[in-house]
């Protein structure tokens, strides 16, 4: 048996992952992936990334992808993942397909090749219901809309939605200036958000255009979150303060969200990369991978 446990370095416009293949090298990965995580997941004594995703045979789909995030917690989805994890499944052979069909926690995700490394994934119709986000800052079904949470003696107002995972949005006058570690962290851990949450601070720059930042839970800050994206762009569509198809600008790049109406899916577009590929040992060497 092979020492060695391949894996590849993958980004979708900055969020990064490490992606192990469990169909291609079952015989190698360790069963503990939440360890692997937080082992390969360092970014001084391991690979670095947000995130791990593992590909996985799917007795629902033609693949599922499970993620872990850095901190070695499960989550449910990851919207730059999908797209990495599509263009890692193209590029190494497991389909030549223009879509697949992968089975995630959060149910079945379909991305589409669009050309030029760039893929469209139907994310589904946005979770509005605060129960099922989930939230106890509303009841009812929802949306929770300019919603005010006291943290830590402050008054804040967010807006919350999930893709499959949860997100609150906070609004605020200069993106670049905002409290996003403190805050974001303060948000994350909230009791209003029992499965924790993920915390995006956008500023509105006109009706085609968002800048964000995001704090991701278990992981901190990262360069982009694409669920966070078109959980900002539906929350901002439902606030009527920007149009149908809008740009969310990252700091690791750019997604297009496009959400018709109510009653349809919200479509995200954005690119992904491959950045290298490589190998750890099984077992961790002393004082890092």
Not at 21 to 44: E, F, G, H, Q, T
Not at 94 to 112: D, F, I, M, N
Not at 198 to 223: A, D, H, M, P, Y
Request: glycine content about 8%.
């Amino acid at each position: 048996m092979s020492e060695a446990i391949p894996f590849t370095k993958m980004h979708g416009a900055g969020n990064d992952f490490v992606v192990f293949d469990a169909i291609r090298d079952a015989d190698v990965l360790p069963s503990d992936l939440a360890a692997l995580a937080r082992r390969v997941a360092d970014r001084n004594f391991g690979v670095g990334a947000d995130q791990i995703l593992v590909v996985q045979p799917s007795q629902a789909a033609d693949f599922r992808m499970d993620i872990y995030n850095a901190d070695g917690s499960q989550v449910e989805m990851c919207a730059n993942g999908i797209r990495a994890f599509f263009k890692y499944l193209r590029d190494h052979g497991h389909t030549a397909q223009e879509e697949v069909r992968v089975e995630t926690l959060s149910g079945v995700v379909k991305p589409r090749w669009a050309g030029q490394n760039r893929i469209t994934v139907d994310m589904g119709l946005p979770i509005l219901e605060p129960a099922k986000i989930p939230t106890t800052l509303a009841s009812g079904d929802g949306p929770v809309l300019d919603a005010v949470l006291t943290v830590e003696g402050e008054s804040v107002t967010l807006s919350s939605a999930s893709m499959g995972n949860p997100h609150a949005v906070v609004v605020v006058d200069d993106v670049d200036r905002a409290p996003v570690h403190t805050l974001g962290s303060a948000i994350e851990n909230h009791s209003a958000f029992p499965n924790r949450v993920n915390v995006e601070f956008i500023q509105v720059l006109s009706r085609s255009r968002i800048k964000q930042r995001t704090w991701e839970r278990g992981t901190g800050e990262t360069l982009a979150c694409g669920s966070g994206a078109c959980a900002v762009a539906v929350t901002a569509m439902l606030r009527g303060v920007v149009d149908r198809e809008v740009t969310i600008e990252l700091r690791g790049g750019e997604l297009q969200i496009a959400w018709a109406s109510e009653r349809e899916s919200v479509f995200m577009t954005g690119p992904a990369a491959e950045v290298f590929t490589g190998s750890l040992p099984r077992e961790p060497r002393e004082g890092g991978a």
